[in-house]
């Protein structure tokens, strides 16, 4: 039988138990997101006003969580159709590594901006 | 032409995988006996699967009053008395065995309130003893029998079709089969065989029956020169879908289904003003036939109906989904709001290969068993099921006679030694192949089973006469003399030739079904669902016996009978 | 009224490639694309090979793709064919033995890894084990299974993994893990629980449109996952 190249690991029982957790948290954050950028307050988006809540280290937290958990639960379904459509060992190494690189730097650059951010 | 050999070795080698050849393999394989099943399908194919209303035992769940002894009487009753009494009672003793056990196997059976295997109402059971899983228990029945085959490691060959059975000095030694997926003949020799092949409805033009239930192991008897019994007793299931045949179980009318002629009438009160639409099976046939030759069939057609309408959605879709899933795919009527056009179908053989109680197949009037071989299931005639079967018995016969013969075979090989080959029945499987792969007839072998089916159905069908049935046997006389001669096959490979295999067994369709006819000529007669227009009575006096029928090489057919064992019920006249 | 069939034939032992064969039927009310595929072999081509049998949909035998999708032969009216032309396939994703017939082997193989079978500790009662109409409810769709393999044949997942368990097999398990007599769910889960058992699993849900008795294979699946993570939990 065709040797089809696959992640290492378990069952894959926890990443599609984190999946549906980020999801849950996604939902919530992005409720929030919503509410706070165009619903509470005057309405009107500026630089400063995003600028000011990015410095409190409360919503630091809140954010870097929510790239983190906004990046996995992409790039997971992400592989998930793709590894139904690309049946070749070497193409779903390459794609692999390429979200895995690509989500890795993803999570550096977005954290060092928000953890260094001062407004 | 060299047709490549194959030589196997088993203990045991069993030929069909329906119920009654799984449970044989399982009582085999679970004493740790080598084991092999020969089967034309793969083994959830079999029809046995098609089976929908139920499987009979009086276990008492719903009437606690039902009993041994009404199991007993109904059958023997049902049978129109050419049942032997002595075999029947064994079985509906073991039926409640085969019931517990299939549950402890697992089969999911539909349930009562208080946690128990529900039981319906069936034709020409006094009780509600059919133990039924919605309108499929023999797809769960076979399901599950495989399940364990698969935990118990039986060997399954699956297409491969049985061609020869080898007797040595009289012994069973083992079978001749061709391998359909890559062509050549496999050679398996063993100790003991069982043949649980199957009935025959495809020698009929309406029948219930799938396409693969041609009678192999019929045929494949009667040229091994033994012989079979009880062939002129052919069920007509009283509804089967309009044009198809296809089944409509007899569990629409346990669950209170209506059969309405053209000028709306529920005509059964005519004819069964007890029991209805639930008299036997034979009888209903009959009545329905009646209404349709006189005229009241829907339009003045060849159908009648079978109204569910005043059953509810609710109760349809839980007891009858499958029913009225088909309903809609193959009549694009769906039951819940109008009835269903339905006839009668050939359905079942109520005779086969010949055996005793214990599952061994016999070789003449006086019980001569012939050691190694036994039968079981539709294939075989015990005789349960006399002149007229039951429903809901056929899945029980399967599966308790299955067992028994199967445990018989294992104690018999467990002694037994392989013997040398039969190279006569080697000869007679390769000639079979040669000469259809040979052969540069004009006729394709189809041309002859339309002519065969539509001769069974116009002049073997449900109101019989010799007038016709001379007819009938000439016909299928020189169907068969010409099929040697001139036959065709448009395929000559070997691989998956699925015209040869139909070539095959349209010629094992002509072989016995000139036995029914010729049967059904000497039973003068009425008995069951044997029904002569010129003798319409029952003859207790001279034909309380079962017919034994023996083919020679050139195709000419000798009789013998056998009395019916009789024990505790005399012949009465049979009412509903 | 006449329509066309566009057949894929393949014979390996003397065709050099595939290739589609074109036959005219007449279709009448009632006729079955089973029927039709007879009405050809016995009448017009008996080179024509595909596996058959009980015509009722029960067997299994004859599902093929069917203008692109996987069904039962026996089981699709002609009539009910919006297309005059109908383009019939062997089940994708098996390997062709001959013309529509595949090779079911692989099939059957995973299935008997799940542990197919019921599975008890406890000696059985003297009659029947109890079990409650609800309880019955809760594994009478999944026992409708007639292990034709469509189900197989649609799903992508199944299509890019040959080693995925893949819905018939995950079905089953599923069948005896939620019947209340049984006593092996633990053992059939721990097999199951596998980068190719349920996890394998992407929703794409072609297998609940594949099934020719309409079994909601995709949320029984969902199911067997909901055992294992409230198993873990």
């Not at chain 2, 319906?120 to 499929?136: E, Q």
């Not at chain 2, 003449?364 to 190694?372: E, F, I, L, R, S």
């Not at chain 3, 994703?93 to 799940?114: A, T, W």
């Not at chain 3, 995925?164 to 889960?189: H, I, M, N, Q, S």
Request: net charge neutral.
């Amino acid at each position: 039988m065709k040797k089809t190249f696959r992640r290492s690991g378990n069952s894959g029982a926890l990443a599609w138990f984190f999946h549906r957790l980020t999801a849950i948290y996604l939902a919530v954050v992005l409720l929030i997101h919503f509410a706070v950028m165009h619903f509470i307050g005057d309405g009107t988006l500026t630089y400063d006003k995003v600028a000011a809540r990015l410095v409190s280290p409360g919503w630091k937290i809140l954010d870097i969580l929510f790239l983190y958990t906004g990046l996995y639960h992409g790039l997971y379904g992400l592989w998930n159709l793709l590894e139904d459509y690309i049946h070749n060992a070497f193409w779903r190494a390459f794609i692999y590594f390429i979200l895995a690189f690509g989500g890795f730097a993803l999570v550096t650059l977005g954290t060092i901006t928000i953890v260094n951010f001062r407004g | 032409m060299e047709l490549e050999k194959t030589y196997h070795k088993y203990d045991v080698i069993i030929v069909g995988a329906g119920l009654a050849g799984e449970r044989a393999a399982l009582a085999a394989a679970s004493s740790n006996l080598k084991t092999a099943v020969i089967t034309k399908v793969y083994p959830t194919r079999s029809h046995s699967g098609g089976a929908q209303g139920g499987i009979s035992a009086a276990i008492g769940n719903v009437d606690p009053e039902d009993s041994l002894e009404a199991h007993m009487w109904d059958t023997v009753k049902g049978s129109d008395f050419l049942g032997d009494q002595d075999a029947i009672e064994l079985f509906v003793e073991e039926a409640i065995k085969t019931i517990y056990e299939y549950e402890h196997m697992g089969v999911p059976f539909s349930r009562l309130p208080n946690g128990k295997i529900a039981q319906r109402p069936f034709g020409g059971h006094t009780y509600r003893r059919a133990c039924y899983s919605a309108d499929k228990t023999g797809h769960v029945l076979l399901h599950t029998l495989y399940e364990q085959c698969v935990k118990h490691q039986v060997s399954f060959y699956n297409e491969f079709l049985v061609l020869s059975l080898m007797l040595t000095d009289g012994q069973a030694s083992g079978i001749v089969a061709w391998d359909l997926r890559n062509g050549g003949l496999h050679i398996f020799r063993t100790k003991a065989v069982l043949f649980a092949t199957g009935g025959y409805g495809r020698a009929y033009k309406i029948t219930s029956n799938a396409l693969s239930n041609t009678g192999d192991g019929l045929a494949t008897v009667l040229e091994a020169g033994l012989p079979v019994e009880d062939l002129e007793f052919v069920q007509f299931h009283p509804t089967g879908y309009y044009r198809q045949g296809i089944l409509v179980t007899e569990g629409a009318r346990g669950e209170g289904g209506h059969l309405l002629n053209g000028e709306g009438d529920r005509f059964m009160k005519k004819y069964a003003p007890e029991r209805m639409e639930l008299g036997p099976r034979d009888l209903v046939a009959r009545s329905i036939w009646t209404e349709i030759l006189e005229g009241r069939g829907i339009d003045g057609k060849d159908y009648v109906y079978l109204d569910l309408t005043h059953l509810g959605a609710e109760k349809i879709m839980e007891r009858l989904p499958q029913i009225r899933d088909l309903a809609i795919s193959f009549v694009g009527v769906d039951p819940i709001k109008d009835p269903i056009p339905i006839q009668p179908t050939a359905h079942y053989s109520m005779g086969g290969i010949p055996t005793n109680k214990r599952g061994e197949v016999i070789k003449d009037a006086q019980n001569t068993v012939v050691p190694g071989f036994y039968a079981a299931g539709e294939a075989a005639c015990v005789s349960i099921h006399g002149a007229n079967r039951l429903g809901t018995n056929s899945l029980q016969e399967a599966s308790t006679f299955g067992r028994i013969a199967g445990n018989n075979m294992t104690e018999y090989a467990r002694k037994a030694d392989f013997l040398p080959v039969d190279e006569k029945a080697i000869k007679r499987a390769e000639d079979k192949v040669r000469r259809l792969l040979e052969n540069d007839g004009k006729t394709h072998h189809y041309d002859y089973k339309k002519e065969l089916q539509q001769t069974m159905y116009d002049k073997v069908w449900i109101f019989r006469n010799e007038k016709d049935l001379k007819e009938a046997a000439s016909i299928v006389k020189g169907l068969e003399e010409d099929f040697m001669k001139n036959v065709k096959i448009d395929d000559k490979g070997m691989l998956f030739n699925l015209d040869l295999q139909e070539a095959l067994e349209v010629h094992n369709l002509l072989t016995f079904s000139q036995i029914i006819i010729a049967g059904a000529i000497n039973r003068k007669e009425s008995r069951g669902a044997h029904y002569r227009t010129d003798y319409p009575k029952r003859d207790d006096k001279n034909w309380t016996k079962h017919t034994l029928a023996w083919r020679a090489e050139d195709g000419s057919i000798k009789f013998d009978y056998k009395p019916v064992v009789i024990t505790k019920y005399q012949p009465t006249e049979r009412k509903y | 009224m006449k329509k066309t069939l566009e057949i894929f034939r393949y014979n390996p032992e003397k065709d050099e490639k595939p290739y589609f064969k074109t036959y005219e039927v007449e279709v009448y009310e009632g006729m079955t694309l089973l029927d039709a595929l007879n009405h050809i072999r016995w009448e017009q081509d008996g080179t024509l090979t595909y596996r058959r049998s009980c015509r009722s949909a029960i067997c299994g035998s004859c599902a093929m793709k069917i203008n692109g999708k996987t069904y039962l032969a026996c089981k699709t009216q002609m009539m009910d064919i919006k297309s005059d032309h109908v383009k019939v396939e062997p089940l994708p994703g098996y390997e062709v033995i001959k013309d529509l017939v595949v090779d079911m082997d692989n099939f059957f193989d995973k299935l008997k890894r799940v542990k197919p079978y019921h599975i008890t500790h406890t000696p059985p009662p003297e009659k029947e084990r109890l079990q409650s109409p609800e309880d019955f409810h809760y594994i009478n769709e999944a026992a409708d299974c007639i292990l034709c393999g469509a189900c197989v044949s649609a799903c992508p997942s199944a299509w890019a993994d040959k080693e995925y368990l893949g819905p018939a097999a995950l079905l089953k398990a599923y069948k005896f893990c939620a019947d209340t007599r049984d006593e092996g769910a633990d053992e059939r889960l721990a097999i199951v629980n596998d980068r190719n058992g349920v996890w394998r699993c992407h929703y794409t849900a072609n297998c609940m449109d594949a099934c020719p008795k309409d079994i909601k294979i995709t949320d029984f699946i969902a199911r067997l996952r909901n055992m294992l993570v409230q198993d873990k939990l």
